[in-house]
Nanobody
C-alpha cells in the first residue's frame, strides 16, 4: 500500500498563490503516476494535474494551464502543486492520488489506486 498525506491548503485572495504538498510513504517505489484532483461543493471530483514518476511527463486541466505547476521532489517521494493567479473557481478540496499501475490516461479517476485525505483551498474574491 501507499499512504499519501497532503498539506498546504488555506485561504487566499484571488490572484494569490498557494503550494500544496503530498508526501508518499509505504510502497512508494511502486508509484507510476501521481496526480491532483479537486472537488468543489456540489460538483464531481475533477482532474487537475498529473506527473509520471519517471520521466516527469506532466498533464494539466486546460483551465489551470499556465497557472498551476505540478512537480516532484528529486530526493524524496513528495509531489507539489504550485498554484498561482488563483481564482474563486479554484476553491475546492484538493486530493492527491497515485497510480501504481501503468495506465494510458492521466485524467481517468478510476485509474488511481490510493488517495490522500484532502486539503481545503479557498479563494476569496
Amino acid at each position: 500500500q501507499v499512504q499519501l498525506v497532503e498539506s498546504g491548503g488555506g485561504l487566499v485572495q484571488a490572484g494569490g498563490s498557494l503550494r500544496l504538498s503530498c508526501a508518499a510513504s509505504g510502497r512508494a517505489f511502486d508509484i507510476y503516476r501521481m496526480a491532483w484532483f479537486r472537488q468543489a461543493p456540489g460538483k464531481e471530483r475533477e482532474f487537475v494535474a498529473a506527473i509520471r514518476w519517471s520521466g516527469r511527463t506532466t498533464v494539466y486541466l486546460n483551465s489551470v494551464k499556465g497557472r498551476f505547476t505540478i512537480s516532484k521532489d528529486n530526493t524524496g517521494n513528495t509531489v507539489y502543486l504550485q498554484m498561482n493567479s488563483l481564482k474563486s473557481e479554484d476553491t475546492a478540496v484538493y486530493y492527491c492520488a497515485t497510480s501504481v499501475r501503468p495506465t494510458p490516461l492521466a485524467d481517468y479517476i478510476k485509474d488511481y489506486d490510493y488517495w490522500g485525505q484532502g486539503t481545503q483551498v479557498t479563494v476569496s474574491s
